[in-house]
Nanobody
Framework: QVQLVESGGGLVQAGGSLRVSCAAS????????MGWFRQAPGKAREFVAG????????CYSDSVRGRFTISKDNTKNTMYLQMLRLKPEDTAVYYC??????????????????WGQGTQVTVSS
């Protein structure tokens, strides 16, 4: 089992920045691929960014590449998503997820084994 707890969401103006965090505990993370997803009202959950916990390569969706950065702190078992130049269309509930067994950092929501509870990010225009 992996427990994931997101934090750091909030309200920000367009063009601003925000960092959300995902604290992980439980099952060993070294063999996990982890990532961020988001879900806006009435829309499907979509992949945002992902990586292999023990690697350096990352994967980003086209909509956030160049604005968002995924990172981690091994000492804290915490994953981050730094979001810059936020747009109103970035408004969503942001979820972190963990999966074992995949060979790609571009995660699919259907293949995620563990989810956090989500944190709301609202970008005002």
């Amino acid at each position: 089992q992996v427990q994931l707890v997101e934090s750091g969401g909030g309200l920000v103006q367009a063009g601003g920045s925000l960092r959300v965090s995902c604290a992980a505990s439980g099952r060993i993370l070294s063999s996990a691929r982890m990532g961020w997803f988001r879900q806006a009202p009435g829309k499907a959950r979509e992949f945002v960014a992902g990586f292999y916990w023990s690697g350096t390569a990352t994967c980003y969706s086209d909509s956030v590449r160049g604005r968002f950065t995924i990172s981690k702190d091994n000492t804290k078992n915490t994953m981050y998503l730094q979001m810059l130049r936020l747009k109103p269309e970035d408004t969503a509930v942001y979820y972190c997820g963990a999966t074992y067994g995949l060979t790609t950092n571009c995660l699919e929501s259907a293949r995620v084994d563990y989810w956090g509870q989500g944190t709301q990010v609202t970008v005002s225009s």
